[in-house]
């Protein structure tokens, strides 16, 4: 049976590129999500008047892989500790934020949380709410690096959080 994950930590073409290396992770979805207006546009996003935050929603399995683990992945691959920012991307729509499923996402996010905090210098920014309402990006976001792995954004940005997720965390990735 299936899970759903939901997580902004910048750039969606990031943070997808990430999740979809994960083993046990069967779907990543760019989309946005933690804003007032119905079915926006990216540009409408880009904006930051939505209120909406760039984000991945993941569909994984977790026999496979735990949602622990997903968090870790989550928060070794982005800066939690930055409000609004992420690498050259900033705007409320970049900000860090983990948007549970349930009553049992929140509180594992929040004894993680906590957990990592202790071992940081700079407080960590990443906010948690409940997810009300999902809304898939555009199809050219999709896939994004897989379709544009030589593209510049994609060279300078995604593959240092690539190489990182391989460096730390190897043990996760799909063969």
């Known amino acids: 049976m299936s899970a759903?994950?939901?997580?902004?930590?910048?750039?969606f073409w990031c943070t997808e590129a990430v999740f979809e290396r994960i083993e046990g992770v069967e779907s990543?979805?760019?989309g946005y999500a933690g804003g007032h207006v119905a079915d926006p546009t990216y540009e409408e996003v880009c904006s930051g008047t939505t209120g909406h935050a760039e984000c991945v929603q993941v569909t994984y399995d977790p026999s496979v892989v735990s949602y622990e683990d997903l968090l870790t992945v989550h928060f070794a691959?982005?800066?939690p500790t930055t409000k609004d920012r992420e690498g050259p991307d900033v705007g409320s729509q970049?900000?860090?934020a983990v948007f549970t499923h349930d009553?049992?996402?929140?509180?594992t996010v929040e004894a993680f949380v906590e957990d990592l905090a202790a071992d940081l210098e700079d407080p960590i920014v990443t906010e948690t709410e409940p997810l009300e309402t999902f809304y898939p990006a555009e199809d050219y976001h999709q896939d994004y690096y897989d379709d544009n792995p030589n593209q510049a954004y994609c060279t300078v940005n995604i593959d240092p959080k690539l190489r990182k997720l391989r460096?730390?965390?190897r043990e996760l990735l799909a063969a």
């Open 4 to 11: 759903k994950a939901t997580f902004a930590g910048g750039c």
């Open 103 to 107: 009553e049992d996402q929140q509180a």
């Open 94 to 96: 970049y900000r860090s």
């Open 77 to 79: 691959t982005h800066d």
């Open 28 to 30: 990543v979805v760019s």
């Open 167 to 169: 460096d730390r965390h």
